[in-house]
């Protein structure tokens, strides 16, 4: 249910997620939701930020088969396992809600800045672990236990959603110390590195077409590498889109046809 992607910052991890993964998932039957949590304390809570947010996303993406039958106050985890509520899309094929929470190293900074913001952020962690491990929370097997019939309102078999955690790499040590209580953060990770030589040149002959050739693109690739060769290079992305477009501002100001080696 879990997808952790981590890299060091300025790597473009926002941008891969939104230019690059987030397309291709569309059509795959996936409703991707962005969430950003807001610790402020004029702010609803963590929970509710949520499902703020994955209604405003679905409404334009589906509709759930049953209405009405959320309520406020309920938890993340009854929320997405409400019996035979699923969203579906204008065709009434079914979308996987794929929660996705960029920037999560703001609950170890903004929202260790006072006792408010910690406290929201334990809310915060508690209820994404019940969603991520998939368990009832305390409070909801409280209540199940003292109304029988309040079981049938879910389906505890219910996996059809997913979660994304998007943080930067020197923060992962954090991340670790959340799985006492979120095991999953440790099974599915991807690292997002810099680029190869190779990658970077694809990266500026692809979108450049004729304004730059072969020759001045391995001598920009070169120059963001620091002078290293090709096939040693390692490039940061936002470094090299920097460099590209300066290059191409100096061309048009010069009303150049292409970006020159002298340029």
């Known amino acids: ?3 952790v992607l981590f890299g060091q910052s300025g790597l473009g991890k926002t941008s891969i997620l939104r230019a690059g993964i987030v397309p291709r998932l569309r059509p795959q039957g996936y409703c991707p939701v962005y969430v950003r949590i807001d610790y402020g304390r004029d702010a609803p809570s963590p929970a509710e930020q949520i499902k703020q947010a994955i209604f405003r996303e679905t409404l334009n993406s589906g ?3 049953q209405t009405g039958v959320a309520v406020g ?3 993340l985890w009854e929320f997405l396992h409400h019996r035979d509520d699923t969203l579906r899309d204008a065709a009434g094929r079914a979308l996987t809600p794929l929660l996705i929470f960029d920037q999560f190293e703001e609950i170890f900074t903004l929202a260790q800045s006072d006792d408010f913001g910690r406290e929201r952020a334990a809310q915060f962690i508690a209820e994404l672990a019940d969603l991520v491990e998939n368990r009832p929370p305390k409070a909801v097997e409280a209540r199940l236990d003292a109304d029988d019939s309040a079981i049938e309102r879910f389906d505890f078999a219910r996996s059809d959603y997913r979660v994304l ?3 930067r790499e020197d923060y992962l040590a954090h991340l670790e110390g959340l799985k006492g209580a979120m095991p999953s953060i440790t099974q599915n990770r991807m690292r997002l590195a810099r680029m190869t030589g190779a990658q970077a040149l694809d990266a500026v002959l692809k979108p450049g077409g004729k304004l730059v050739s072969q020759e001045v693109a391995e001598a920009i690739v ?3 590498a620091g002078g290293a060769e090709l096939r040693n290079a390692e490039v940061e992305p936002s470094l090299l ?3 590209c477009r300066e290059l191409n501002a100096a061309r ?3 009303r150049k046809s292409e970006i020159s080696a002298d340029l």
């Open 63 to 65: 509709q759930w088969s």
């Open 241 to 243: 889109s920097l460099i």
């Open 252 to 254: 048009i100001a010069q």
């Open 73 to 75: 106050g309920e938890s």
């Open 1 to 3: 249910l879990l997808t």
């Open 222 to 224: 070169r120059f963001v």
């Open 165 to 167: 955690i998007a943080l």
